[in-house]
């Protein structure tokens, strides 16, 4: 796949919602650990509420799906991490607009996302948050598409990839924000829950870039 169609977006985002809902769960049980364990609640609630706008509306514009379910969580999902997640869906509010998607297009999109997350929570990379995740998997699609010989699903792929090793590497992390932070050295071992779900979104792409 070289390009994705307001539909392949429509579709791409209803797959990342169904697991980020069935991964309740395991989101909770996360933030049970190191936080007050309402993290799956929360992304549930949003992305609930995101599947049920991306199963509505028509789109015409490829970063219209993106924006809503963006909307979408900054208005349901509450929470230190809700605003968070709803920018990395929206990318930046002067965002372009395309009836298809390229891997460069897509890859700039969650560039300006994780600009906007760093620039709203102030936390870096190292500091156990979805920054972890996020950031790797941004840096893994921007060698992609710099390539020019890799595909979306393999981009995707990769950038999954580098998510979820992100998120793994947050056990050995200190937490510099959210209720974590608090716990000083007890965080040591434990994944940072918005890192997990993170790697979750791209892998549930990747999944789905695939079939
Ligand atoms: P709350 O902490 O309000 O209960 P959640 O449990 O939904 O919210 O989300 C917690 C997650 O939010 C953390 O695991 C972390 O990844 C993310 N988070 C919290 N604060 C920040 C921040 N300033 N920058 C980036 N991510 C953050
Ligand atoms: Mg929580
Ligand atoms: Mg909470």
């Not at 991306?54 to 799906?65: K, Q, S, T």
């Not at 699609?141 to 981009?155: C, F, I, N, T, Y």
């Not at 716990?183 to 890192?195: C, I, K, N, S, Y």
Request: charged share 25%.
């Amino acid at each position: 796949m070289r390009v994705m169609t307001v539909e392949d977006v429509r579709r791409m985002l209803l797959a990342v919602a169904e697991r980020i809902v069935a991964s309740q769960n395991l989101l909770c049980a996360a933030d049970r650990a190191i936080g007050d364990g309402d993290h799956g609640l929360g992304m549930r609630r949003g992305f609930t509420a995101a599947a049920e706008r991306l199963e509505g509306d028509g789109f015409d514009d490829a970063f219209v799906p993106f924006r809503s379910v963006g909307d979408c969580l900054i208005s349901t999902m509450g929470g230190a991490s809700g605003v968070l997640f709803g920018v990395l869906f929206r990318g930046d509010v002067e965002a372009e607009s395309s009836h298809t998607l390229s891997l460069d297009e897509l890859t700039r999109h969650f560039e300006r996302s994780l600009a906007e997350v760093c620039r709203r929570g102030r936390a870096q990379t190292g500091d156990k948050t979805l920054v972890d995740a996020l950031e790797p998997a941004v840096r893994s699609l921007r060698q992609s598409a710099d390539s020019g010989e890799v595909g979306l699903a393999s981009a995707l792929r990769a950038a999954a990839s580098a998510a979820r090793s992100g998120a793994e590497a947050t056990k050995g992390y200190v937490a510099r924000f959210g209720k974590a932070r608090t716990l000083g050295e007890r965080a040591l071992g434990f994944v940072d829950p918005g890192a997990l779900s993170t790697a979750i979104v791209f892998e549930a792409m990747a999944d789905w870039a695939e079939d």
